[in-house]
């Protein structure tokens, strides 16, 4: 997933998955992954998509701090 946010592109093709977090299986309505990424230049984002019934009805970029990449990463 490619989104601008801000002025500065996040793409999920061109940068480095640190960590996914998956809740529920493949195909449950109320499941969804929260994946961790770091681009080239050192910034963090998560992508985030989920199922129908999910806090992430559709595939998403959360831009993040160094500090709050931090801490999902420790939860």
């Not at 990424?37 to 910034?43: F, M």
């Not at 963090?44 to 999902?72: C, H, Q, T, V």
């Amino acid at each position: 997933m490619l989104k601008t946010i801000c002025g500065k592109v996040y793409d999920t093709d061109n940068s480095t998955l640190i960590k996914r977090k998956s809740v529920g299986v493949f195909g449950d309505p109320a499941g969804y992954e929260e994946s961790l990424y770091q681009t080239e230049s050192g910034s963090y984002f998560l992508y985030l998509n989920g199922g129908e019934e999910s806090p992430y009805k559709k595939e998403d970029i959360k831009r993040m701090s160094k500090a709050n990449a931090e801490k999902w990463l420790a939860e």
